[in-house]
């Protein structure tokens, strides 16, 4: 059997050196994780320990600062959760590496068959052609990259770091927000956050020379005031307890994983004000049947908001969408709690918005019109180009009893015809897309949010538009 060569790099107490590795993969174990045979091979040198065995088949030589920087990657055995593999990497003298640092590996004929943390809380490896066999991956070559991410309170194999520390950059000038924003709605996912960045960059460029153009302060980046990561990491729900219903508030993820992932956020967006608000997902039942918006109010309230305080958010998205009772007193409890809501959350520097559309409760704008949230958005009455028309109604009726600085208006995305399919967009045209976003400047909508077509696909995003949300800024 073929089994690869793996240049390597251990670092010791006195010595940085280079291992050529052979490891021999048996089977798959999971999805994610494979189970290999590794022996050690007794080499006698000063200080050498590695936390997990290896198949150490030569020590080369002890590897110069050139050298080592010519290794892109270097990969530290044992066993970690996602901060003990950031502190793996820190005890080296560098970071965690991330899916581009895979690719500069591969593209300099690093291999390895093994998963590792990476800085976007996923894993990957990578896999040279010449040694593409169905043990490893199944016979893919690349950079494999794990197609969910991991929480951060999960223990998982080794970790991935770059081999020299990330040279330090001067502070980003802080970009001048523009007064209309464009405000995005992306995955839990912290791989999102890299995605959107580097579609946001695009705005630096002219669209018609493609050129850099950074002489307008009025570009997408600045116009990006808020995030809403989705969906359901919050989630007021309910479950039988005996003899009684409990309404309490269920995590998709841990509070952990969404203080990291705001954390991030801000790191990357630190040259915009940028604030992070996920989404709320409410049931019926919880809501209504079992005393979440009544009775229990002000205890899923506390709940809600003290969750939300512990992971660093700057406020939350209440979406509820009742398929029964649409009935105006029901739109009046749930108005009554989302004030409610918003007190306590004003009282913790925190906000809160809620979405509505044209169909059962959500349809009650004028109900709405007395909730003191500071974001109201609009969901499937304009989130498709299929009838411009219909959209352009929707928001006059919805602007006959909410204020324009209030107002979100929400558009569904289009994706590169690059994109592999199937592919989920919203039907719109540059012409129908230009017509409506003319209507909003003509009516003074000052604020859009962008839904996406396809979760995994941010990076995707069709040319067009991307250049109709900049002329509506820049308008």
Not at 77 to 101: H, L, N
Request: aromatic share 10%; charged share 20%; glycine share 6%.
């Amino acid at each position: 059997m073929h089994l690869p060569k793996v240049w390597d790099l251990i670092c010791t107490e006195n010595h940085t050196v280079a291992i050529q590795t052979t490891t021999e993969i048996n089977n798959v174990s999971d999805s994610r994780n494979f189970t290999a045979t590794e022996q050690v091979i007794n080499k006698t040198w000063p200080n050498l320990t590695t936390t997990k065995p290896g198949l150490v088949t030569k020590v080369i030589t002890e590897v110069t600062t050139e050298a080592v920087k010519k290794v892109p990657i270097v990969y530290v055995p044992g066993r970690f959760t996602f901060t003990q593999a950031q502190e793996a990497c820190e005890k080296m003298g560098t970071t965690i590496a991330f899916k581009d640092d895979l690719q500069h590996a591969y593209e300099a004929g690093y291999e390895r068959c093994i998963w590792g943390w990476l800085g976007d809380l996923h894993q990957g490896f990578v896999i040279q052609k010449s040694g593409a066999r169905m043990g490893c991956g199944r016979g893919a070559w690349g950079v494999i990259y794990s197609k969910s991410y991991i929480d951060v309170n999960s223990v998982e194999k080794g970790v991935y770091c770059k081999t020299t520390p990330d040279k330090p950059t001067p502070e980003p000038a802080a970009l001048e927000m523009t007064q209309k924003s464009v405000n995005w709605w992306v995955r839990l996912d912290p791989a999102d956050i890299y995605n959107l960045r580097s579609l946001l960059d695009f705005s630096w460029q002219n669209p018609v020379t493609k050129q850099p153009d950074d002489t307008s302060p009025s570009n997408l980046l600045g116009s990006v005031h808020a995030v809403y990561p989705c969906c359901n990491f919050f989630n007021i729900t309910w479950q039988a307890d005996g003899k009684e219903n409990r309404t309490y508030v269920a995590l998709k993820r841990s509070l952990e994983s969404m203080k990291y992932l705001a954390a991030e956020y801000r790191r990357q967006f630190s040259d915009v004000q940028i604030s992070i608000l996920p989404h709320v997902a409410a049931s019926y039942e919880a809501m209504m049947l079992y005393g979440a918006a009544t009775t229990n109010r002000s205890q899923i309230i506390d709940d809600l908001v003290e969750k939300a305080a512990t992971a660093g958010l700057d406020g939350v998205i209440i979406d509820y969408e009742p398929p029964k009772e649409y009935t105006r007193e029901h739109a009046m409890v749930y108005r009554d709690f989302m004030n409610d809501l918003d007190i306590k959350m004003k009282t913790n520097n925190m906000e809160v918005g809620m979405m509505v559309s044209g169909w059962g409760i959500l349809k009650f704008y004028d109900i709405y019109s007395t909730v003191k949230c500071r974001m109201i958005g609009s969901m499937a009455s304009t989130y498709s180009g299929r009838d411009v028309q219909r959209n352009i109604n929707n928001v006059d009726e919805m602007l006959l009893h909410i204020a324009t600085q209030r107002l979100q208006v929400g558009i569904g995305s289009m994706h590169d015809e690059e994109m592999a399919k199937p592919r989920r967009d919203f039907d719109w045209t540059p012409n129908e897309l230009n017509q409506f976003l003319q209507h909003l400047t003509k009516v003074d909508v000052q604020h859009l949010h962008i839904f996406p077509g396809n979760w995994e696909a941010i990076k995707w995003t069709e040319d067009f538009f991307m250049n109709s949300l900049l002329e509506f800024v820049r308008t």
